[in-house]
T-cell receptor
Framework: DAKTTQPPSMDCAEGRAANLPCNHS???????VYWYRQIHSQGPQYIIH???NNETNEMASLIITEDRKSSTLILPHATLRDTAVYYCIVRVAVGGGADGLTFGKGTHLIIQP | NAGVMQNPRHLVRRRGQEARLRCSPMKGHSHVYWYRQLPEEGLKFMVYLQKENIIDESGMPKERFSAEFPKEGPSILRIQQVVRGDSAAYFC????????????FGPGTRLLVL
């Protein structure tokens, strides 16, 4: 799986949009971009994933650049409960089996009141 | 953490004892993954199982650790003769096993070895 690079930490004001960047310059054509977050001492929570088109769900939006070398996770209206470590993961997803996720250090997002 | 159950949530063992961690996946999710998170470190993949089969155990320590996912019942991660360095949070994840295999995680088991 391709390697990802994320800033170690970010601050965002409550109620504002939080934009978390991720670089994955070595991504392959069949690799998806996944985002998870881990709120302190809890299990990782799936947020969103995409291949090349932008994606949106009830939690967030995922913007993937046209060359797919980077992406941005957007939390549109951040709340204090969004304070967590956010992980950007690139992986192949194939039918019949897929390997374990490779978690990096992620971005520690701190929402300020 | 949509429905993956892990128990116990907290487990205390003395050095040399055995630890058994259980994971019950969501209905319809027949693929199970175990991860370990050491204090102040990131999550590390350990093993990937389907019913009655170990698919990938590349992240498992060579000794004292084993995992199974029997035809009936939960997946079990077993640690024999625990040492203090085994103290960590152990997370189980599951997926359906079809294309786009999103993994959903359980709440974890915190193992403390005294």
């Amino acid at each position: 799986d391709a390697k990802t690079t994320q800033p170690p930490s970010m601050d965002c004001a409550e109620g504002r949009a939080a934009n978390l960047p991720c670089n994955h310059s070595t991504i392959s054509g069949n690799e998806y971009v996944y985002w998870y977050r881990q709120i302190h001492s809890q299990g990782p929570q799936y947020i969103i994933h995409g291949l090349k088109n932008n994606e949106t769900n009830e939690m967030a939006s995922l913007i993937i650049t046209e060359d797919r070398k980077s992406s941005t996770l957007i939390l549109p209206h951040a709340t204090l409960r969004d304070t967590a470590v956010y992980y950007c993961i690139v992986r192949v997803a194939v039918g019949g089996g897929a390997d374990g996720l490779t978690f990096g250090k992620g971005t520690h997002l701190i929402i300020q009141p | 953490n949509a429905g993956v159950m892990q128990n116990p949530r907290h487990l205390v063992r003395r050095r040399g004892q055995e630890a058994r961690l259980r994971c019950s996946p969501m209905k319809g999710h027949s693929h199970v993954y175990w991860y370990r998170q050491l204090p102040e470190e990131g999550l590390k993949f350990m093993v990937y199982l389907q019913k009655e089969n170990i698919i990938d155990e590349s992240g498992m320590p060579k000794e004292r650790f084993s995992a199974e996912f029997p035809k009936e019942g939960p997946s079990i991660l077993r640690i024999q003769q625990v040492v203090r360095g085994d103290s960590a949070a152990y997370f189980c994840a599951n997926s359906r096993g079809n294309f786009q295999e999103t993994q959903y995680f359980g709440p974890g088991t915190r193992l403390l070895v005294l």
